[in-house]
């Protein structure tokens, strides 16, 4: 499961993805839309500032806006950044790897070779899970007609 953080995260940026390229966007109006404290959301998008997936302008009329295209953002890189590791298991991740305790050979153990592959599929999922990918699926499930 994703963390709060996470998710306020993701909704507060398919928002900014939602809005016109390098238009600055006030917390507030963000917080208020995304149902997002003000405080928690100041403390998100700091992070992702620092991480160079937004920027920030100054002013009466400053506010946040994406500093990627909504096609460069994807959901792995998200998910590392408030989440840490993708992976189940600690022997299978890449940027966090650890050596499980119990663990006589890694090479021949089946419980990481299956997780490994796990992990794998997770990340591909996830790097195709871009903010324009987002945003184009709720603008058609938006259009779907509900049956009587």
């Known amino acids: 499961m994703i963390s709060k953080k996470a998710k306020y995260a993701i909704n507060a940026l398919v928002y900014l993805a939602k809005q016109p390229q390098n238009e600055p966007i006030q917390i507030s109006v963000i917080s208020s839309s995304e149902n997002i404290s003000r405080k928690f959301l100041e403390s ?3 992070v992702l500032r620092n ?5 920030s302008k100054k002013g009466k009329i400053g506010g946040y806006y994406l500093s990627l295209s909504p096609e460069e953002i994807n959901m792995a890189e998200i998910m590392r950044i408030f989440d840490g590791p993708i992976a189940l298991l600690p022997c299978v991740t890449h940027k ?4 499980c305790n119990e663990c ?4 021949k ?6 997780f490994s592959d796990i992990r794998r599929e997770t990340v591909r999922m996830l790097k195709d899970a871009t903010l324009a990918e987002i945003v184009k699926r709720a603008e058609s499930l938006d259009h779907t007609e509900i049956p009587d």
Do not use: F, M, S, T
């Open 109 to 114: 153990c089946g419980i990481r070779d299956i």
């Open 96 to 99: 966090y790897y650890q050596k």
């Open 51 to 55: 991480a160079g997936i937004v920027n």
């Open 104 to 107: 006589k050979d890694e090479a």
């Open 44 to 46: 998100i998008l700091l």
